[in-house]
């Protein structure tokens, strides 16, 4: 028994050892402060206290039923605007709280925290051993003391009454609210070198609201539990559409937002007959080739809105320069290397377009990593290649002040050449596989009479 804690007690050591020291410090007080407290719930709370609200294999499965619902709220929080979301996690482990004794409740929600955490670290988040043990610890916290404050108010004579029962439900929730916030606002601010309560009072101001909503359905699932425990099983299903749905609406307002700057960029294309319906035409075929390289439907949308939006940088910038006769200066230049950045900057502040923005800032690349940021091949987002190769194969069968249009054989012989040094290859392949699909019928291209082009052979040394 004593290896075990040894081995434990190192891994928790090595967990907490980073950051500054006050960080550390604080870490190292809510872990303790989180066992200290949970040991008393287990002392002051044992189980010979309280009567099982289950018994049997319904005990089993409501059990069951508790972690599974504080696992699913924490993983699938419902979106309610850019970033915004209502976690369920704290309603149902604050219904489990309710429901289930102090010394059942507890291993119930830490349980289900656990897998969350868990489950999140293997799919990528930013969640260090340190981070687990804190968030964890900061919430064993939360559980114990508000189960004690309603196990504690609960046992009063004074509020058996039916009319003030609602008491103990309400102090339990004011203190997870307040004491969750609390420590999450301290470990920030420590972080930050700045003050708690300024920040607690801002976390409150904005969180407060969603906090009453997710234990305010926490203890309506309590009450229900109680009542009517076969309909619990009605709100897995239930919450599962309405974060669909929410989803759906988020996309919708997503588009909406989009169009407005689309409309923006084809005004100003307009001006010129040179560019007129540019960015349309890009953003056309700049999806169909995302869905000839099998992306997903969401990738082929954003490939769609960053195509129409890839000249956003040229309008902010007011410049006409495709429209210059003679060659472009050093400072023209660096202005259209600057265009793409400051058209990220600008859709990275949308709601839900940070993909879109990606798309857009590394359009220019090359696959031979000498490009603007210097990345290579895989690297460089895929709906930035296959904007890049959309984009040049328009404004070469394009006239332009300085050069008449290429024919459709020239562009595709050109990129062709340029393949996996300017352009990524897969991305061309595509695109003379469209245009044979297509029997050369491009938008803006000159019929191919026929000819097909070929991958030129490749050795293998």
Known sequence: MVRPLIALRRAVTEALAED????????????????ALAARIFILCPASDFDPPFTGLAAGVAALVAVVMVALGSLFPLPLGHKIYLSLGSGAAFAALLVFPPHSALPLVFAGTLITQIIRRGHGHS????????????????????????????????????????????????????????????MAALGRQTWTWALWVRTLREGAPGYVASLSLGAATASLAVTRPVLVLLLVPSLALLRQVLARMSGVIVRQTGAAFEGLVKIVEQRSSFTARHSERVSWLAQRLARRLDL??????????????????????????????????????????????????????????????????????????????????????????????????????????????????????????????????????????????????????????????????????
Request: charged share 20%; glycine share 6%.
């Open 20 to 35: 500054s020291r006050a960080t550390r410090i604080f870490r190292w007080t809510i872990v303790v402060t989180a066992v």
């Open 127 to 186: 969640l260090t051993p340190a981070a687990i043990v804190f968030n964890l610890a900061q919430y064993l916290v939360t559980w114990s003391l508000s189960a004690e404050v309603y196990y504690r108010a609960q046992a009063e004579p004074f509020f058996t009454h039916p009319a003030l029962s609602w008491v103990p439900v309400v102090a339990a929730g004011a203190v997870y609210l307040l004491v969750n916030t609390w420590v999450v606002a301290t």
């Open 296 to 461: 997903s439907e969401d990738d082929v949308e954003a490939v769609g809105i960053a195509a129409k939006l890839h000249d956003l940088g040229k309008v902010i910038q007011r410049t006409n320069l495709e429209e210059k006769p003679g060659p472009l200066t050093p400072e023209e230049w660096a202005m259209i290397h600057q265009a793409p950045e400051i058209a990220a900057e600008v859709i990275a502040r949308l709601p839900g377009f940070e993909g879109v923005a990606r798309f857009v800032r590394y359009q220019r690349e090359r696959c031979d990593g000498r490009g603007q940021h210097g990345l290579a091949g895989e690297a460089i987002p895929v709906g930035a290649r296959i904007i890049a190769a959309a984009d040049a194969f328009d404004a070469m069968v394009t006239s332009r002040p300085y050069r008449p249009a290429l024919s459709c054989e020239q562009t595709l012989a050109q990129l062709i050449a340029d393949g996996d040094t300017r352009f990524d290859r897969r991305v061309v392949a595509a695109l003379l596989a469209l245009v044979d699909a297509d029997g050369g019928s491009i938008p803006a291209a000159e019929p191919r009479s026929g000819v097909v082009l070929q991958w030129p052979a490749v050795s293998s040394n």
